[in-house]
């Protein structure tokens, strides 16, 4: 399969990377042999087969639905890039 | 006082301390002395050595009062992928410049309670995706392992390329290792020492940097198989924090090598014969089954049908997996935020910090994934993927039920490349899991160990596939091979 470049572009924006109009074209095209390499699979007869969700089978645990940890917010926002009176300060969302 | 402490396996540094032979602040020195003299390597690049020495001597403390477990006192380097309290932990990306986990990954947090010392942070490719430690920010990580007397730099692959190239060149004395496509088993083999991928789900994922969570286990990698069984126990166990963590005992592991294993199936699958397999791989293999067959085993041709198609499902899932998984690096919480222009509202800051922090083979799986996932996509390649997955893994359950014990196969399709030699095509770089792969899609324990030199002096290895969680039984069938095949080659230190 093919992808042209404004396919890349599409990607690039649901996946919030910037890429330069100049590199869409080798991204691409990156993306075509790829795609190229994953369409064996097509090959495959699934007919009746379950996708896998857990690899070992395992039932997952409950525990009860209480609060077990918090009243940390200085060491959440420790490593924050831009962190402003207890909070995480992003620039302006909302017009 | 023995000579070249760092050279010690684990085994040996455990007894030699309970005996009061050496301390482990000397260990410990020894060690970082020899880290200190290995930066040609590239394989440690957060060194840690007030953290180091203050665990020695609590260990020291411990080993006298006579509570000293296997590794109290063991120094041990940490790849990047865990979190490490107040230590950088970065997985070799840029987008976590700065970063310091205000909490201890639970695998590291078990070595450490166990008396383990941290030497400092390894080096692997950027969150894991690569093949050769070639797509870390911190630069190569080089094979200490040379072809003769060529100078050529070669890899120690990857993703677990600093663990390998430490443990290889004697720097530390085990390393913790991330195994998501192959990466502890064929840096493993390239390097010439051992690395297990246990059973998804016996070690705890959290607190490692997720890549993609189906297939993400971690485990030792270390200077031979008794090494790997005293290491692999004490990273393993239930972790409430990992719903995937599994609620099973933990075996002592190193009491199940006996190295017996009369009467044990081994399988040796068909469609691991590739075509433009070196011939020293075919031999390797073939001397690999004459061991196993020596030491009582019997060998049974099987087929695992699906093989081929295990690598085209791998980068459909891992990437899938890993555009959710690396959606929260954002530059809001933590690491890299891009500067910004007049103007410029969430988004861009979204996409310039991402374009910035990511190198280019993350930013191409983060992509394939997200292309995958999309609407209109999503049944034709993910439920596809996954579909085949279940059918992949339905191979190995077949033989498994039909009495085979264990199965043979070389741990890579060739030993270690030249650093820089296979940039131009992604898929060509993928290639280098196809032995290995299997097993992360199946949740399979598997083992590489190694078994023999090729014609320019470099280690290659054999891969052992058990049966999910019987890594005991795995690690005695490697023992075994570990025995006959008397492996002790080092490499010569030029660095």
């Known amino acids: ?95 | 006082m023995m000579t070249d402490l760092t050279s010690l396996k684990i085994s040996e540094a455990r007894d030699a301390l309970r005996k009061g032979e050496v301390t482990s602040v000397e260990l410990t020195e020894a060690c970082l002395k020899a880290i200190d003299a290995a930066d040609a390597l590239g394989a440690f690049v957060h060194k840690t050595p007030e953290v180091a020495l203050g665990q020695a001597k609590s260990a020291d403390d411990r080993i006298k009062t006579g509570d000293a477990p296997d590794l109290c006192g063991i120094p041990l380097g940490i790849k990047d992928l865990f979190c490490t309290k107040g230590v950088p932990s970065q997985a070799a990306s840029a987008i976590l410049d700065g970063f310091r986990p205000e909490y201890e990954s639970t695998v590291t947090s078990q070595l450490f309670g166990a008396g383990a010392v941290m030497l400092g942070k390894l080096n692997m490719d950027e969150f894991a995706m690569g093949s050769s430690n070639e797509t870390s920010t911190y630069g190569n990580a080089i094979n200490p392992w040379r072809r003769g007397n060529d100078d050529t730099a070669l890899t120690p692959g990857g993703s677990s390329g600093g663990s390998a190239s430490a443990v290889a060149a004697d720097l530390c004395l085990g390393a913790t290792g991330t195994d998501t496509g192959g990466s502890i088993r064929q840096p493993a083999a390239f390097t010439g020492i051992t690395g297990i991928k246990p059973t998804y789900g016996r070690c705890s994922r959290w607190g490692i940097v997720a890549f993609a969570s189906s297939l993400d286990q971690a485990g030792p990698m270390t200077k031979d198989v008794r090494d790997a069984a005293i290491m692999l126990e004490a990273m393993c166990g239930h972790d409430p924090k990992d719903s995937t963590s599994a609620d099973l005992a933990v075996p002592n592991f190193e009491a199940m090598l006996t190295g017996d294993i009369r009467g044990k199936t081994i399988g040796i699958p068909r469609e691991y014969t590739m075509d433009g397999m070196p011939d020293e791989i075919e031999t390797l293999w073939s001397e690999g089954r004459r061991m196993l067959q020596d030491a009582g085993a019997t060998l049974r041709d099987i087929s695992l049908p699906h093989t081929k198609y295990a690598l085209p499902a791998y980068y459909v899932i891992a990437p899938a997996e890993a555009s959710s998984n690396l959606a929260r690096y954002d530059g809001v919480r933590y690491g890299h935020r891009a500067k910004l222009a007049q103007g410029d509202g969430i988004t861009e800051m979204y996409e310039k910090t991402r374009a910035e922090g990511f190198g280019p083979e993350v930013q191409r799986r983060v992509m394939v994934g997200t292309y995958v996932l999309s609407a209109g996509f999503y049944d034709a390649y993910y439920n596809r993927a996954r579909k085949v997955r279940t059918l992949i893994k339905k191979d190995f359950e077949d033989v498994f039920a039909q009495g085979v014990d264990a199965i043979l196969t070389p741990a890579t399709p060739s030993a270690a490349f030249e650093l820089g030699k296979q940039h131009s095509d992604p898929v060509e770089m993928y290639l280098n899991d196809v032995f290995t792969v299997t097993v992360n899609l199946a949740g399979l324990p598997g083992i590489s160990v190694p078994t023999g030199l090729d014609r320019q002096g470099l280690p290659l290895g054999l891969q052992l596939i058990g049966r999910p969680w019987e890594e005991g039984d795995l690690l005695n069938t490697a023992y075994a091979l570990e025995q006959a095949a008397g492996f002790v080659a080092k490499p010569s230190q030029w660095w």
Request: glycine share 6%.
């Open chain 1, 1 to 95: 399969m093919s992808i042209d470049i404004e396919t890349a572009a599409r990607v690039a924006k649901l996946a919030r990377i910037r890429v330069e109009d100049d590199a869409l074209p080798a991204l691409a095209q990156e993306f075509s042999n790829i795609l190229g390499f994953i369409e064996q699979l097509n090959e495959v007869d699934v007919e009746g087969v379950e996708p896998m969700v857990s690899v070992e089978p395992m039932r997952l645990k409950r525990r009860q639905d209480g609060v077990t940890d918090g009243g940390m917010q200085d060491k959440v926002l420790a490593n924050a890039p831009d962190a402003r009176e207890g909070f995480f300060a992003v620039p302006k969302v909302v017009e």
